[in-house]
């Protein structure tokens, strides 16, 4: 008899695990493109860039990231919102408000500016495993390229993205090395509402690197494009065709999706730069070149604990962000042509796809063996970046208000708001880089 409390109390403790575990597990599965692409956002590139800011500006340039999220999360939910009410990829999407070699020429600036980014990319993951191993960095970026590639080819999206959705996990390393240093948070609070601002063309140039790395062309498209093989997927009409019920239940997810997925791409851009304001700025190392030197520079002043998460960290970002931007390229260029794509197609039904899939990762690859400073490899990818997003985003925001397209779940005020916003923002610091 006394062992019946305690049965009932275990039973009671192991449903209550099971609805905990069933609940997470429902949260986590409402979670998808918006949450894969906000991960991706903080690839190895971006490190480096965010690296670069806080390295060279201290804690003067957590503004910026502060600024971009309520831009990031407009622009997202706006390229979702265009896939999932039309059906149609972006695009294809753009090829019915500007003429057909308007949006290749942007896809072919994109497949130029993605294959920059993929190339600095793994280069990054290959120099991050250098350090952890003590060699080995062209033999790995090799490895890490072909297991990559062959997933994106020969792995149905639906099993794919299950490992793309975990391995947004490993970004909270960045956040885990702010327990290595020390941080006064008071300071942090009055940098962030009052920043010291310096007019000048390094500050300048860090800032389009910052927002054209956070505010990426290769992220409408990938999001556009997954909102579309979801649906697909799960035998889903697109919104214009759905009862009212569902399509409000769709909007909403995707508003979460999309919000949680900025939320941490946000996160992480704020803790690197502030890792680096206050490890690297505060020692005097003002000029950081790519994330792995980051990772390497840290060691002596955080410590070692700072320095495994930011490097295995580096890795993780670069396995999930590359199939993004190598993905994102083969929706642009099959669209722009009118040509079979998706990742659940098989390699056979969507040859041309694929073989630019094929293509941006083998010249990103051979890119290792050109004599390319990787700093200049990355700053011409976000100017490019940059430049290519604002006619997309002049373009986006049109098409997001046409009731031919949309019907009625055009953008809602405050989506076209930002949007614009966002828009102007890239536009001006594009133009202010130029003039400076």
């Known amino acids: 008899m006394n062992?019946?409390?305690?049965?009932?109390?275990?039973?009671?403790?192991?449903?209550?695990?099971?609805?905990?575990?069933?609940?997470?597990?429902?949260?986590?599965?409402?979670?998808?493109?918006?949450?894969?692409?906000?991960?991706?956002?903080?690839?190895?590139?971006?490190?480096?860039?965010?690296?670069?800011?806080?390295?060279?500006?201290?804690?003067?340039?957590?503004?910026?990231?502060?600024?971009a999220y309520p831009l990031m999360v407009a622009v997202q939910v706006i390229s979702a919102r265009i896939g999932r009410v039309t059906g149609k990829g972006l695009a294809a999407n753009l090829l019915e408000v500007l003429p057909r070699y308007a949006v290749v020429a942007l896809a072919l600036l994109l497949f130029v500016a993605n294959t920059i980014n993929i190339g600095a990319d793994i280069a990054a993951m290959g120099a991050a495993a250098e350090l952890l191993a003590g060699g080995g960095a062209i033999a790995f970026t090799i490895f890490a390229a072909a297991i990559s590639l062959l997933l994106q080819v020969f792995v149905p999206y639906h099993a794919y993205v299950k490992y793309l959705k975990w391995l947004t996990l490993v970004l909270f390393a960045y956040v885990g090395v702010v327990f290595a240093v020390h941080i006064d948070w008071i300071e942090v609070a009055?940098?962030?509402?009052?920043?010291?601002?310096?007019?000048?063309?390094?500050?300048?140039?860090?800032?389009?690197?910052?927002?054209?790395?956070?505010?990426?062309?290769?992220?409408?498209?990938?999001?556009?494009?997954?909102?579309?093989?979801?649906?697909?997927?799960?035998?889903?009409?697109?919104?214009?065709?759905?009862?009212?019920?569902?399509?409000?239940?769709?909007?909403?997810?995707?508003?979460?999706?999309?919000?949680?997925?900025?939320?941490i791409s946000d996160i992480i851009s704020f803790f690197i730069i502030l890792t680096t304001a206050v490890t690297l700025n505060r020692a005097g190392i003002t000029d950081i070149e790519t994330s792995a030197q980051a990772a390497n520079a840290l060691r002596p002043i955080a410590g070692q604990f700072a320095f495994l998460l930011f490097s295995l960290g580096i890795i993780g970002t670069g396995f999930l962000a590359v199939p993004v931007l190598a993905g994102s390229t083969g929706y642009a260029m099959a669209e722009a042509f009118g040509l079979p794509k998706g990742l659940e197609k098989k390699p056979g039904a969507a040859k041309a796809f694929y073989g630019v899939i094929v293509a941006a990762m083998v010249i990103a690859l051979a890119?290792?063996?050109?004599?390319?400073?990787?700093?200049?490899?990355?700053?011409?990818?976000?100017?490019?970046?940059?430049?290519?997003?604002?006619?997309?985003?002049?373009?986006?925001m049109i098409l997001a208000r046409r009731h031919q397209q949309m019907g009625a779940y055009v953008a809602n005020p405050w989506q076209w708001i930002f949007g614009w916003a966002a828009t102007a923002v890239m536009a001006g610091a594009v133009v202010a880089m130029f003039l400076l």
């Not at 004599?371 to 940059?386: Q, T």
């Open 3 to 67: 062992d019946t409390p305690d049965r009932t109390t275990g039973h009671r403790l192991d449903a209550a695990a099971t609805h905990a575990k069933r609940k997470f597990e429902l949260g986590i599965g409402r979670l998808g493109p918006g949450l894969i692409t906000g991960a991706a956002d903080d690839d190895p590139s971006g490190i480096a860039t965010y690296s670069q800011a806080g390295a060279q500006f201290g804690l003067n340039m957590l503004w910026s990231v502060v600024v």
């Open 190 to 263: 009055r940098s962030v509402v009052a920043p010291k601002i310096e007019i000048s063309a390094a500050w300048i140039t860090v800032i389009v690197a910052v927002f054209g790395t956070t505010i990426s062309p290769y992220l409408f498209f990938w999001q556009t494009a997954e909102e579309v093989e979801d649906m697909e997927l799960k035998h889903q009409s697109d919104l214009r065709h759905m009862t009212r019920p569902a399509a409000r239940h769709q909007l909403k997810r995707m508003a979460i999706d999309t919000a949680t997925g900025m939320a």
């Open 367 to 396: 890119s290792i063996w050109m004599p390319i400073d990787p700093i200049k490899m990355l700053f011409w990818s976000a100017v490019i970046n940059g430049v290519v997003s604002v006619p997309i985003l002049c373009a986006m």
